[in-house]
């Protein structure tokens, strides 16, 4: 079957690389439960005409005979397992494909609050219960919420994934037909959880352009970042020469880190955005746990900002 290819008039129209394979994988299930269920159905109906009280039951011996023909039932078991166990295959597979990160995707960091979807552009550009991305191209979301778990879910791209508060969840996706797909939150977060709606909007890579257009170049939101970076006074303890010695974050994204517990850890984004939060659950070897957490004077929004313009500096070593 080819993508693009609607196959039934109830599920939702495909628009991402996945899509296809997974309503291939959903109704190749679907089939075969159906195909068990008619088989269970009509030898539960077939026995119950058979062995019904008026006739003639088996006698004693005829019952042990048949319970030692043991063939009929290991068939049975062997076959099951590898039915389900290639299903299990199959999907565990594509279950990897789709959360394996791109090379060197468009990165866009989306956040979930009470109760709006808002999307921020590498450029800078921001939006609200709307996502534009191009056409054919890998996208990247980083996501977290700003107070209680959210789902981020994209029927048409096959797409479903939970957005977490004080953690990054990560989304790929590819999609592969331009058009206005419906964005839903799939968890259960409050009054106004079933208004928390919005568009995916695919465009053609001009049409992108032109959109994003109008907003500055790549790397505007890292310039956000950089802006609170001077304004709340990270660069007082951490450049080098400071009286309050702090890590210097020149060149930390990506990195391996010494703490202080002995342990190791890998400067992703996930250890940025805790460093911020909660900076003396894992302190550097070598440093005073001193840092306060900017938890209230942040929103999400300028935490991802920061720690874009800080993966820019650690990339920017490389
Ligand atoms: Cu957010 Cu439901």
Redesign the pocket.
Known sequence: MKPGVVMFAWLPEQASTVAGEVDRLFLWMLAFCVLILVLTVALVVGFCVKYRSSKKRDSEEELLEGAKQRRLEYLWIVAATVVFLGFFGWSANLYFRMFKPYEDPLRIYVV?K??MWKAQHETGRGEINELHVPVGTPVELVMSSQD????FFVPAFRLKHD?LPGRYTRIHFTATKEGSYELF??????TE??E?IGRIVVLSEEGYEAWQGRSGGAGRFAEKGRQLYENLGCAGCHEPGRLVPAPPLDEVYGRSVALASGARVEADRQYLRDAILAPNQEVVAGFEAVMPSYREQLENEDIDALVAYLVEKGAAHE
């Open positions: 979930g009470q109760w209680v778990i959210h789902s957005v939150c799939a968890e259960l977060c409050g959880h079933s928390m």
